[in-house]
C-alpha cells in the first residue's frame, strides 16, 4: 500500500503522498535524535511514518475519506504491528480541529509534528501562504497543532529551528533561486502567530507575550511560562523596578557592538561595581533558570536596579572617546541580556499608582 502512494499526487509541485512520506519519515526520525529518544522508539516512530498515510490507497478510505488514519490503525493493528506504531497512524491527524484530542503517545507526537511541519515548509516554500480567509491547506490549523503538541510535551524545540529543520528537508526546493533562509523566518513568525493565539484563549495577556517573544524567546513553553509569570506579578515592585533599569539600558544598548569589556577603559568606579554585579548575578540566574524558578530569576535581576540607577547618575555613556562609549555601551548590551532571559521590559506599560 505505501508503494501505491506514489501515484496519489499530494500537491503538484511538491510531489505525491509517497514523497510526503518519505520527508516525514525523514524529518520525524531527527526530531526522535534530537529529542535523545532510546533505539526501540525511534524504530517504532520510522516504522508508523512509513505507515502513516498507506490506507489513503485504500478503497475504503476513497469512498469515505473521514475513515483516513482510522482505517490505516485498524490495518495495522490486524497486520501485527506494534500498538503504539497502530495507534500514532491514526493519531498523528490529531488536532485536526479546534477542541481535537491531541496525540497521547511520544511516537504519534513526533511523527504528527514532524507531518504538520513538512506541510507548513512545502506551501511555505512555493508561496502557497494563507490570506484573509483563504487556506486552502488549513495551514493555520497545522501550525497551531504543532503549537498545541509543543505546549503538551513541554519540548525545547525553538520554532525557528524546527522551520528550518522542516524547509532544509525539501532538498531539491530549498536550491535554485528560493531563499529557505528568508521563508524559514516567514514561517516562524506565521507559527509564532498562532503561538500567540493559543496563549490568547488561556487567558495570557497579549502585552505579556509580545515582551517575551521580543526578547527572542520562541520555544513554547518557555514563552508561556514567562509570559505568565509576568501577568502574575504585574504590578509588583519587581517587574517595575526591572522595567526602569533595563529599559535605560536597552534605549542605548547597541547588540551588535557585543559584550566584551575592557576594564582599563572604566573612568568611574560604578562602571567596575556594575561589571562586578551582572557576572556575579549571571551564575545565580542560570542556576535559577534552570530549575524553572522565574520568580527568582526576576529577583535577581530587579537587585540590579540601584547600581544601574547609580551608573545612570554619575557616568556619561555616550562619550566623545569612541573606545570609553563603545566599552559602556557592551557594558549595557550585558545587563540587557540578562533581563531578555525573562523579557524585553521596555515594551511593558508603565503600571499606574
Not at 511516537?107 to 504528527?112: D, L, N, Y
Not at 559584550?259 to 551564575?283: C, M, N, S, Y
Request: hydrophobic fraction near 50%.
Amino acid at each position: 500500500k505505501v508503494d501505491k502512494l506514489k501515484t496519489v499526487v499530494w500537491q503538484a509541485e511538491l510531489g505525491s503522498m509517497y514523497d510526503k512520506t518519505v520527508r516525514v519519515q525523514a524529518l520525524a526520525v531527527r526530531l526522535t535524535e534530537l529529542l535523545s529518544l532510546p533505539p526501540a522508539t525511534k524504530a517504532a516512530v520510522e516504522r508508523a511514518a512509513l505507515l502513516a498515510k498507506a490506507d489513503l490507497t485504500t478503497a475504503m478510505v476513497i469512498e469515505f475519506t473521514d475513515l483516513q488514519g482510522v482505517i490505516g490503525s485498524e490495518y495495522a493493528r490486524v497486520d501485527g504491528e506494534e500498538a503504539v506504531v497502530a495507534k500514532a497512524v491514526v493519531e498523528h491527524y490529531q488536532p485536526s480541529f479546534a477542541g481535537d484530542s491531541l496525540p497521547s503517545e511520544i511516537v504519534s507526537q513526533v511523527i504528527a509534528v514532524a507531518d504538520k511541519l513538512d506541510t507548513l515548509a512545502g506551501c511555505f516554500l512555493i508561496g502557497l501562504i494563507p490570506t484573509g480567509s483563504a487556506d486552502p491547506y488549513a495551514l493555520r490549523r497545522q501550525a497551531a497543532g504543532v503549537v498545541q503538541i509543543l505546549a503538551q510535551t513541554e519540548w525545547s524545540f525553538a520554532i525557528l529551528d524546527l522551520a528550518k529543520l522542516a524547509i532544509d528537508n525539501y532538498a531539491a526546493l530549498v536550491s535554485g533561486e528560493r531563499n529557505p533562509g528568508a521563508v524559514a523566518v516567514e514561517l516562524h513568525t506565521f507559527i509564532l502567530a498562532r503561538l500567540r493565539r493559543q496563549l490568547d484563549d488561556t487567558g495570557v495577556s497579549a502585552g505579556a507575550v509580545e515582551a517575551v517573544l521580543r526578547a527572542g524567546h520562541d520555544v513554547v513553553v518557555e514563552v508561556g511560562a514567562r509570559a505568565r509569570l509576568l501577568d502574575a506579578m504585574n504590578g509588583k515592585k519587581e517587574v517595575e523596578n526591572v522595567r526602569l533599569a533595563f529599559t535605560r539600558c536597552r534605549n542605548l544598548a547597541q547588540p551588535e557592538l557585543g559584550t566584551q569589556i575592557d576594564e582599563g577603559l572604566f573612568e568611574h568606579e560604578v562602571e567596575g561595581k556594575l561589571l562586578v554585579a551582572v557576572k556575579e548575578a549571571r551564575p545565580a540566574i542560570d542556576r535559577e533558570l534552570a530549575v524553572g524558578r522565574l520568580e527568582a530569576v526576576m529577583t535577581l535581576i530587579a537587585s540590579l536596579r540601584p547600581v544601574i540607577d547609580e551608573f545612570f547618575e554619575v557616568v556619561m555613556v555616550m562619550a566623545e572617546d569612541d573606545k570609553v562609549k563603545n566599552n559602556r555601551l557592551r557594558l549595557l548590551n550585558l545587563c540587557v541580556a540578562l533581563s531578555d532571559e525573562i523579557a524585553d521590559f521596555s515594551s511593558l506599560p508603565q503600571v499606574k499608582s
